[in-house]
């Protein structure tokens, strides 16, 4: 798994980290759960990548027993 992690000039807490892996979008809810534990997440993406991968992304919270919605950006 690579992490980069991106650094902004406006905090250190608004900075994040991009994580990339063969197989990461079915490690996203416990990734996400690790990085910020809360009662809901969201799953921010484009209309084309919805498409393919915004079902899979939210089945894996939903299976982890997580709350989270898919915000599609056109």
């Known amino acids: ?5 991106v650094d902004t ?16 979008l079915h490690e996203l809810a416990q990734l996400a759960a690790q990085a910020a534990p809360a009662h809901r997440y969201a799953v921010v ?6 498409q393919h991968w915004a ?4 089945a894996g919270f939903s299976a982890a027993g997580l709350s989270a919605e898919s915000i599609i950006i056109d």
């Open 1 to 5: 798994m690579s992490r980069i992690r």
């Open 9 to 24: 000039t406006v905090s250190d807490a608004a900075s994040y980290d991009i994580i990339g892996s063969s197989g990461a």
């Open 45 to 50: 993406t484009d209309r084309n990548v919805a």
């Open 55 to 58: 079902s899979t992304a939210l």
